[in-house]
């Protein structure tokens, strides 16, 4: 058996140049690759235990996901500066305060007020049902106001001309504009 030595950084390392029995396999690699699939696909199950660096929400209750499901049986109306019915069409703060209403909840009809309404929380606890607050320079007190349906998306009526539609609270426009959460249900 021949024996090279080899210094890099300092470190002296010998390298055995003899054959390997042959059918002798190192099985560093496959644990390896073996544990990095176990993570992949554990990921998505454990993002919410933090394992992805994601703070845990909790659980949305069936209520706050029964708002969402209000508002989401809207999507495609069309926004009506002052609108709070499907009959009208919606603006931002009218969807919100109908599909909570709808389901048996009292949250103030204007953005300013729902700024305030329930309890704040932490961008990152955000969950289907809370109400996303938006600085907005194309409304009339600077304020915009959505309701959160989860995956990161929130449902809206955007500004005259638009529809009630879907969007991603990580799009370029609204990520830098998000400026509260509000918890009404607990």
Known sequence: MRHDADTKNGVHNMKTNAPKPRGTKNPAPRALCAALLAALLAGPFLGGCGFMGRKDAGEAPPLAHKVVSTAYSQLGKKYRSGGKSPQTGFDCSGLIWWAYSKNGLTVPRRT???????????????RPGDILVFRA?????????????????????????????MESINSPYWSDKLITVRRIVR
């Open 112 to 126: 300013v007020e729902q700024a305030r309404a329930g309890n704040p929380v932490p961008r990152d606890s955000a």
């Open 137 to 165: 320079s194309h409304a009339i007190n600077g304020l915009h106001t959505g309701i959160h349906a989860g995956a990161n998306s929130f449902i809206h009526s955007p500004r005259a001309g638009a529809n009630v539609r």
